[in-house]
């Protein structure tokens, strides 16, 4: 295995995490190609990694900016619905436009970013391996380790 795909979401948090994980295997003479909406690419070539567009109809560039935008005036379940169909639309392209892309890039596994489990099902579908990042911990919840409820004693 000497191609490794990497998706995850363009915004800055998680792609803090993927970049670094993408130059490491790099280093390590691994092939790797970064998939994602046309926002990313700056990032993905200053890091110096491949990048492949996904969903650049519905996300042109710029895009990115402007959902955060509108998402920042929102609050409560407006905010919750707007981001949920953000996602929703997200899932929906890697959908449709991953298999093609990873088939035509020759990636033979992918690492997925824990909030786009599209990507996971779009690799069992070719039948190539798949690891899921997690860099967004609070969704990651142990059961009875509710940190609203819970003082810590320090």
């Known amino acids: 295995m000497k191609h490794i795909g990497l998706y995850c979401p363009a915004e800055t948090g998680h792609l803090h995490t993927m970049l670094p994980l993408g130059q490491g295997l790099q280093k390590k003479g691994y092939q790797i190609t970064f998939f994602g909406v ?32 509108k998402l920042s005036k929102l609050k409560g379940i407006p905010a919750l619905q707007f981001t949920i169909n953000w996602f929703y ?56 380790c509710d940190s609203m409820s819970q003082k810590a004693d320090i």
């Open 38 to 69: 046309p926002d990313a690419e700056t990032k993905i070539r200053a890091a110096k990694l491949d990048f492949y567009p996904i969903g650049a109809d519905i996300f042109p560039l710029g895009s990115t900016e402007a959902l955060f935008k």
């Open 89 to 144: 639309q997200s899932a929906q392209i890697f959908l449709e436009e991953g298999a093609n892309a990873l088939e035509k890039t020759g990636v033979e596994a992918l690492i997925v970013d824990q909030i786009n489990p599209e990507g996971g099902t779009v690799a069992q579908l070719l039948d190539i391996p798949f690891i899921t990042l997690c860099s967004a911990l609070p969704f990651n919840q142990e059961p009875g």
